[in-house]
């Protein structure tokens, strides 16, 4: 109608395709518009129509009944461009508001599902890490129950020593094949650099049984076989293991 941008129309008519109420009220609008023009429509003066039909009775051929003239004195409805601009802009007023508040009403739904669904994601991340933590400390305890099930396996218990009095170890030795297992209990995430060490006493003499991994510390790991022992103990050494244990870092100590 000359009022709206082709922006404008093109986002009108993009939302009524899509929408059934703003269809409904487009409609509702060119109804009132069509309501309007017939109740204003105004009809062409007698004059007019009597000149008309003498200008046509004076062309050659036609002849045209007075009947006939009943077709030219139905009021024809004005088109839409002659309704009065106040009317046909309040009209686009409203319907461009409409559209504007459904278009809002959609980006802000859309928006609020996007963050639920992302609040959704990471809860369940939360839950599967939880969920497999679990699962390896279960793992854990059925790997130590069957061991401790194992007649041929002796469970040594390595105590704190006085600088670490809370502290804990379990080494589980199969007296029969000489496998040494080793779970680490409540000890301490090591420092950067440095690797817990297990020592068997051998004669009274410290034997290298293995570095425990650095990635295990809550897992039974399998140690050096050790055939023959007094007691074991554990130490904190540089990464990779020393071939002598560091007295000033021991951690934990236990006799058979």
């Given at each position: 109608?000359?009022l709206?941008?082709?922006?404008?129309?093109?986002?009108?008519?993009?939302?009524?395709?899509?929408?059934?109420?703003?269809?409904?009220?487009?409609?509702?609008?060119?109804?009132?518009?069509?309501?309007?023009?017939?109740?204003?429509?105004?009809?062409?003066?007698t004059?007019?129509?009597?000149?008309?039909?003498?200008?046509?009775?004076?062309?050659?051929?036609?002849?045209?009944?007075?009947?006939?003239?009943?077709?030219?004195?139905?009021?024809?409805?004005?088109?839409?461009?002659?309704?009065?601009?106040?009317?046909?802009?309040?009209?686009?007023?409203?319907?461009?508001?409409?559209?504007?508040?459904?278009?809002?009403?959609?980006?802000?739904?859309?928006?609020?599902?996007?963050?639920?669904?992302?609040?959704?994601?990471?809860?369940?991340?939360?839950?599967?890490?939880?969920?497999e933590?679990?699962?390896?400390?279960?793992?854990?305890?059925?790997?130590?129950?069957?061991?401790?099930?194992?007649?041929?396996?002796?469970?040594?218990?390595?105590?704190?020593?006085?600088?670490?009095?809370?502290?804990?170890?379990?080494?589980?030795?199969?007296?029969?094949?000489?496998?040494?297992?080793?779970?680490?209990?409540?000890?301490?995430?090591?420092?950067?650099?440095m690797?817990?060490?297990?020592?068997a006493?051998?004669?009274?003499?410290?034997?290298?049984?293995?570095?425990?991994?650095?990635?295990?510390?809550?897992?039974?790991?399998?140690?050096?076989?050790?055939?023959?022992?007094?007691?074991?103990?554990?130490?904190?050494?540089?990464?990779?293991?020393?071939?002598?244990?560091?007295?000033?870092?021991?951690?934990?100590?236990?006799?058979?």
């Open positions: 109608m000359g709206a941008t082709e922006e404008e129309v093109s986002i009108l008519e993009c939302v009524r395709k899509n929408n059934l109420e703003v269809e409904q009220a487009i409609l509702e609008a060119q109804k009132t518009l069509e309501d309007f023009a017939s109740v204003h429509a105004i009809p062409p003066p004059e007019v129509k009597d000149l008309i039909w003498s200008k046509i009775a004076q062309q050659p051929g036609l002849a045209i009944s007075k009947g006939a003239t009943s077709i030219l004195s139905e009021e024809r409805k004005p088109p839409i461009e002659d309704i009065p601009l106040p009317v046909r802009s309040v009209t686009f007023r409203n319907l461009a508001i409409a559209a504007s508040l459904l278009c809002a009403l959609s980006v802000g739904t859309t928006i609020y599902f996007q963050q639920e669904n992302k609040r959704r994601d990471k809860t369940i991340s939360k839950l599967a890490a939880t969920n933590t679990n699962l390896l400390a279960l793992q854990s305890l059925q790997n130590k129950w069957k061991l401790l099930q194992d007649p041929a396996i002796k469970t040594i218990t390595l105590a704190g020593v006085e600088q670490h009095p809370n502290l804990k170890a379990h080494v589980f030795w199969n007296t029969n094949t000489t496998d040494v297992y080793l779970s680490m209990e409540n000890l301490p995430v090591v420092p950067a650099g690797q817990y060490q297990l020592w006493i051998v004669d009274g003499t410290p034997v290298d049984a293995g570095v425990l991994p650095l990635d295990n510390l809550d897992e039974i790991n399998t140690m050096h076989r050790i055939a023959t022992a007094e007691a074991f103990a554990i130490t904190l050494e540089k990464a990779g293991g020393n071939p002598t244990p560091t007295l000033s870092q021991l951690y934990v100590m236990g006799n058979i």
